[in-house]
């Protein structure tokens, strides 16, 4: 048996007991937040390569399995360059300090940011990554070397905090409810051992989606009677809340696929978003090979504004990842840079690529200013 099979064989019987424990069915949040984050076990909890450009790496002339997905900062050093251009203001105007960055990955947009804003002379007493996978913090140690005495990582964010706050792709990876309408009644989605009579035995547990009726509702109408499945956010909404709570001055910018929810909950959306990669191959099939793939939903941007608002934050700016970065002086760089990596910047930027898909929202704390990632081209009104 592989290491990646008895993983998945371990979190899937761990997660057959929870089933068994709540009495034979999970709301799909808590399948979704043990698949990912399972101490030891979950996707994000053990050392799989996870982030980079290939599905395969080469180790000793042999290819052996390599990344599962690409994010901004993997694809090129050209995105935390030009992302810092915005946090060096962001300090600047806030009179703040610190960076605070959620869930980093590889470590690569730390370091993009921290030469960034090395080159420009900007003070930074402290960079600080928060992160509920603790699996990433070696390869982050590696990545961050040159920087040791600047960078720390906390498990949690303290009381009281101040400085900008960046989350790249960190809203996707939290777990979401699903809702179903089916014949024209609202079910929550959850998650039931596939086998009836089956626990935790030898073979590696089966799961089935069962639903169950609810009086949740999507945060918007979906007009009509068709069956449809769609998602909410409470967890990544009551993040944002806790974010604006807790920060004291500065500003947060979290950049991630989405909409607003007009487009999230558009009655032609009627599959949701949920996606599953691995291997750089989407799937539809969160219930299998649990461990062994990403599992992620899109974003709501308009209930992460208004749970910022909520805790007092306000929106300084929402727009395209192309617009956010042209704004920010990406051009200019792609033009100090060589072809190759012009060429990968330009994926940033594509519609069809990573520029219109992703958006950036940024929030303020206390009197607002206008922040250079949405000088022209804010859609802050289509939330
Ligand atoms: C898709 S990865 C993105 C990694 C990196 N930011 C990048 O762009 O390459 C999502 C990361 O968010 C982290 N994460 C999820 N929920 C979190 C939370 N509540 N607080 C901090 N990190 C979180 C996960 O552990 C994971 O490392």
Known sequence: MTNQTSLTKALAQQMAGAIVAAGGWIGFDRFMSQALYAPGLGYYAHGSAKFGALPYQVQDGVRVAGSDFVTAPELSPLYGWTLAQQVAQALQVTGTAEVWEFGAGSGALALQVLQALQAQGVALARYTIVDISSSLRARQQATLMDFADQVRWVDALPDAFSGVVLGNEVLDAMPVKLLARVGGVWHERGVALARSGQTVDDATPAFAWQDRPTDLRPPLAVPGELDYLTEIHPQGEAFVRTLGDKLQAGAAFLIDYGFPEAEYYHPQRHMGTLMCHQAHRVDDDPLAAVGQ????????????????????????????????????????????????TRVMAQKLIMEHEMGEFFKVIGFYQGEPWQALGFEHGDKTHTL
Do not use: P, S
Request: hydrophobic content about 45%; aromatic content about 6%.
């Open 293 to 340: 793939k990403d599992i992620t939903a899109h974003v709501n941007f308009t209930g992460v504004a208004l749970a910022g608002n909520d805790a007092g934050l306000g929106v300084l700016g929402y727009c395209n990842q192309a617009t956010f970065l042209l704004n920010c002086g990406l051009a200019r760089q792609m033009e100090l840079a060589d072809l190759k």
